[in-house]
């Protein structure tokens, strides 16, 4: 049988993976599992492989430098001899075990491709190298799917598959309503708080239009922060007004139900994130996005969120911001079935020849026209 290997460096890879690893076992394989301890471990990412049905991987791939990451690679691609190896979402990782892959001639998926702002940035450039270094691409709708192909992506190794980011909030969310005990332990009820979720290293240009707000609106902000971003509001002398100037809860990265069931009673979001972002869209929820860079599934556009810059949100009334959408935009992004999908592309793609593309620089977009700024191609590692 195939022999199908799945990497997650990111907590954003867990979540993205964990409904085709599920349904790969479902239908009679037995993946191979390995975690890359790029960010936290299972110090922070434990915890969601439990939530999310993972069991333990095959092995735990951790490294200092990218040249030992290189290294352990070689060892999987020697012993393991994987047909197919699966990643997704955007990290430094991803783009390096793409990379080791394609030394070794081994077929790569990239699942939750095609996500582009096509403006000039080194988060924009990660994002275009990790896709052309992938063999294979899977997009999570229409759009992002039409980004690749104005890219020059062969239309036979690119699939619409739907976002699996849909099957992972619907299949969760009876679980996390049910069983959650995250409200009564921040001692918040259903709508009267506002779920902020922040994730841009750029938080400290955020949080005093964020803070404001919250003054403004009378309303606590209840506030997730990785430990990186923590530690980052600690240098810069802001952590603990959080606390003492605002209305903002700060606490641990809680786990995916927790996540998910914050979403669900929350007044509204608020977020840099574009993953919270499609999550609480997928909800119904009103969305309110601070960097419209970052609105990578196009959600304002589909009417299904509201940008506005930190510096404005204060100037804007609680209730004149959104509580709910109507829309649904689950049927966007593959209506709960990118899981099926991803698997029947995988098991295609795993007996076309092998191909990979070159990518040429950063494409950015101006005046609704791609051009190509060839600098950039040197950058990325």
Known sequence: MLRIALFTP???SIILLSPIYKHMLEEGYSPLFYDVVEEGGWFEKGVQYISLGYSRPKRILRYNDYGELDRLIDRIVEKDEPDIAILAGYSRATYHLLNRFRLHRIRTLHIESGLRSYRESSEEALRQAIDWNSTYNLAPSKIHYNNLLDEGFPQDHIYISGSTYVDSVLTNLTEAVSKSGIMEELDISRNNYVYGYLSSMDITDYIEGVGNASISWDIDIIMP?????????????LYYNLMTQYYIMPIEQVDYLDHLNLIYNARFILT?????????????????????DRDLYGLTELSMARYLPPEKLGDTGLSELPT???KD?????????SRIHA??????????????PEWRGLYIRSNGKLSILEDYKSSIA
């Open 343 to 356: 698997l029947n592309a995988i098991k295609g793609f795993s007996n076309a020849d092998y191909w990979m």
């Open 272 to 292: 840099d994130d574009y993953r919270v972002a499609l999550e609480a869209a997928i909800l119904k929820k009103g969305v309110v996005i601070l960097d419209i």
């Open 324 to 326: 709910k959408s109507s």
């Open 329 to 337: 935009v689950s049927k966007v992004f593959g209506g709960g079935e």
């Open 10 to 12: 990111t907590l954003e």
């Open 225 to 237: 922060l990785k430990t990186r971003l923590k530690n980052r509001l600690k240098d810069a002398g």
